[in-house]
């Protein structure tokens, strides 16, 4: 497993998802760790009740997986209280009903509530790019929707692009 916990590797990740990451949208988080970049996907899909996304949230260490949703509501909450904040994005109340963190391994064939979704964000190392791992993630993003994640072996993320048609295309 290849942790991308750098606040680096998050702004990255959310500027190759940003197309993807709008009010309404649906994201997955697998290996969401702290939960840190869980929080800001689901600053980014929040929008109101009426048009809000959803973020799932799957880490394969039950106790990471417990422990992040308190720092989850705390970092949401005080994104909420800040009024810059809370206008720019269009929060209320709703948003911690619209997330949630599963304690699952996400490389495994488990089909998520929210699915299909529009953004998927790999924090840990798939075995490889056309592998069972990736398959089974790719089942789960929408035509149209975009995997970013990490390849063992290679030095750069991989993106995953699905055409509207179904077909997925991949570049570093």
Known sequence: YYPLDNPCDHAFQLGLLAEHLRPGATVLDCGSGSGYLSAALALLVAGSAETGGAVVGVERRSSWATSCVPKIAMALKAAAADSCASSALDLDGSIMHRIMVLPVDGAEPVFFPHAPFSAIRVGFSLSSSDGEEAANLLQQLRRGGRMVAHIA????????????????????
């Open 153 to 172: 072996g290679h030095s750069r993320l991989r993106v995953f692009d699905k055409a509207e048609d179904g077909s997925v295309s991949s570049f570093q």
